[in-house]
């Protein structure tokens, strides 16, 4: 799998994994991809809520954010680029699917970020267009709206 590739096992991180996933969050490759600012990200309050789940590995992972009854928001944050990520990106979601009872996964990102629109498309997202979003991730709140029904 090459650096921070590791050997594939990704698994359900808990409060326990906030540093280690902070220390991917903040890397210097990977905190850009996420949002605008450069505030230190710390997950420990969206690990704490036993609803949302992250999906990881030391090469990055998924993060879901939980919107209702099987119901996800989608984010990703990799070390790890191309097709490794995208491996990483598929068995996460599978995963969500099989293992976690997810219905349906969401993403919006920002039109700005055109690697994560293509991402999400390598993914197997289906695009729902561009809408107008309050999202803190966005700093117009233009987003192409993503959805992926169970597999």
Request: charged share 25%; aromatic share 10%; glycine share 12%.
């Amino acid at each position: 799998m090459g650096r921070y590739g590791g050997n594939g096992a990704i698994r359900r991180a808990t409060v326990e994994d906030a540093a280690e996933i902070a220390s991917i969050l903040n890397h210097p490759t990977v905190r850009p991809t996420i949002g605008p600012g450069d505030q230190v990200l710390d997950p420990t309050a969206l690990l704490a809520d036993l609803k949302n789940i992250l999906l990881f590995d030391e090469g990055g992972g998924q993060f879901f954010h939980w919107r209702g009854p099987g119901i996800y928001e989608a984010h990703s944050f990799y070390l790890v680029r191309g097709k490794d990520a995208l491996a990483k990106g598929r068995e996460a979601i599978r995963l969500m699917f099989e293992e976690y009872g997810a219905e349906k996964l969401w993403r919006a990102p920002p039109v700005e970020n055109r690697p994560a629109r293509w991402f999400n498309r390598q993914l197997g997202f289906r695009s729902l267009g561009i809408v107008q979003m309050a999202l803190i991730y966005s700093p117009t709140g233009v987003c192409e709206l993503f959805e992926m029904k169970g597999l």
